[in-house]
């Protein structure tokens, strides 16, 4: 009997084959979890991150964490790692509904768009650790359609609902659906269609001063911190939160210089993109809503060139979710070519460009989703994008050693000592050291110095560092090696 792909059927596999393609790497990774900002994550899932929710940053995924394991009293690490495939594959399926309710496209070309979209690498970097992101862009993605069929109340309570959502899981999201809104607006106000100007904006209005008062007078709004550790402090670099200066050393610039910097955003745009830009080109058509999100993440992607001083932040949050707009334009752009097929000697039929460019994506996922081998080589956008899905914010094969030589700290620290470690270990001492632990954390890469120099000031009798085998030289500071776990070592300083 010959399977048929009924549209009951292609809905459920929009969402089986992203969440499927999701959860292999967390099941090759073992017991941890995959991705930078999970073992955040699961600190604030424990209660034990004291600035883990916030109204800022979007709380919507982070008090759904909570609340699933005090309802399941599932083990955290195994609750994110379904998360994580869960969320992708509701990320597929929003894609599809937008592509069926917004542009109108037919079951296979929708069908089509996902398989693209969710194969292709960025978007599942994004889905590595960017858990919050994914949830505003779900929301984004079932609240869109919804502009077209503002003809009833329920459906403007819908769509201000879903708005609501967007702002409550991620600001960057938030920022994108407002630019989309407005800018529709102005596009209605200046055809004359002012009802049509006015409406859209008029729903997502709630939603909006949520977001401002979030952002500038947060404040206002009841407190979401969970944890209660007092000891623990991190430095920051670079900005104030709204803006960040780019020419300050920091993740994504560490030597500070205008050059690095402008290689740095061209090359993590040709890296991201050069693979399917002629068919974004050949597929781009005028379409506000699409053309919109387009300019709003290119503005997000490029100001720090423009204004590097103060610049929007996250530059490369904004370039990944360019994969969304540029998706749609490259599956059309594939359809206009889909006349255009070639064959191969070894076979006789033949072979459409879509299905070349979707197996050759589908090679690409399978190595990076199974592969712990780079598949980009040692490369300065790692910074950015993972070599390989197999790993966290440190090694896979280092987080026991990690694990054992934070409980050795355990037993070492008191009152009058602190623990310095740099951001890539704060999660992991966040779950595994005690509450009453002084710990002060720094930005990846950089700023240990005055990281130690803080320590210093505050009268730390014993300071301990947290590093690898094979710590080199900080300034004038000198250590002597106290313990040493596999490739994990602590480092005491000197009086």
């Known amino acids: 009997m010959r399977f048929k792909l009924t549209p009951k059927r292609i809905m459920l596999l929009v969402f089986l084959i992203p969440f499927i393609l999701r959860l292999i790497p967390e099941i090759l990774a073992g017991y941890y979890p995959i991705g930078y900002d999970t073992s955040q994550y699961a600190s604030i899932a424990m209660l034990r991150n004291p600035g883990g929710v916030s109204f800022t940053e979007g709380p919507l995924f982070q008090i759904l964490l909570i609340s699933l394991r005090t309802l399941t009293n599932v083990d955290v690490f195994i609750l994110i790692k379904f998360m994580g495939a869960l969320l992708y594959g509701l990320l597929g399926l929003s894609i599809y509904y937008f592509a069926r309710n917004y542009l109108g496209w037919k079951v296979k070309k929708s069908f089509v768009v996902v398989l693209f979209t969710m194969l292709y690498f960025v978007t599942l970097r994004i889905s590595w650790d960017l858990f919050r992101n994914e949830l505003g862009l779900i929301f984004l993605f079932f609240a869109l359609p919804w502009l077209k069929k503002l003809d009833s109340t329920r459906n403007c309570l819908t769509f ?15 920022v994108i659906l407002f630019f989309i809104v407005g800018g529709l607006g102005l596009l209605n106000f200046m055809q004359g269609r002012t009802r049509a100007a006015f409406k859209p904006i008029l729903l997502v209005l709630p939603a909006g001063i949520l977001f401002f008062v979030s952002i ?3 404040s206002l709004l009841p407190s979401l911190t969970t944890g209660v550790r007092s000891g623990f402090s991190g430095l920051s670099a670079g900005g104030n939160g709204l803006l960040f200066d780019y020419l300050s050393p920091n993740a994504w610039n560490p030597s500070g210089g205008y050059p690095a910097l402008f290689s740095y955003v061209w090359l993590l745009f040709i890296i991201s993109y ?4 002629f068919f ?21 992607a490029f100001s720090c060139l423009v204004s590097p001083w103060a610049g929007i932040p996250f530059v490369d949050r904004w370039m990944f979710m360019l994969i969304f707009p540029f998706s749609f334009y490259a599956v059309n752009g594939l359809e206009k070519l889909r006349a255009k097929s070639f064959s191969l000697k070894i076979i006789k039929k033949k072979i459409t460009t879509t299905t070349f460019i979707l197996a050759l994506f589908t090679c690409i996922a399978g190595i990076y989703v199974t592969s712990p081998v780079p598949i980009f080589g040692a490369c300065v956008v790692n910074r950015s994008i993972p070599p390989t899905m197999l790993q966290a914010s440190i ?6 050693d990690t694990v054992t030589t934070l409980g050795w700290l355990n037993n070492q620290a008191d009152n009058t000592s602190c623990i310095v470690l740099e951001q890539r270990f704060s999660g992991w001492a966040l779950i ?11 930005p990846a890469n950089m700023l240990a110095n005055e990281a130690l120099a803080e320590a210093v000031n505050k009268g730390f009798n014993k300071i301990y560092f947290l590093w690898y085998v094979g710590l080199g030289a900080l300034d004038s500071y000198t250590f002597d090696t106290v313990y040493v776990n596999g490739e994990v070592a602590v480092y005491r300083l000197q009086s």
């Open 160 to 174: 201000a609902i879903l708005s609501f959502l967007v702002v409550l899981s991620h600001p960057f999201v938030t």
């Open 216 to 218: 500038f007078l947060p």
């Open 274 to 277: 050069a693979l399917i830009l």
């Open 280 to 300: 974004v080109y050949k597929g781009f058509w005028r379409e506000p809503v699409l053309g919109l999100w387009t300019v709003c993440l290119l503005i997000g």
């Open 395 to 400: 090694d896979l094969k280092v987080i026991p």
């Open 432 to 442: 595994y050291l005690d509450e009453t632990v002084n710990t002060i954390s720094y």
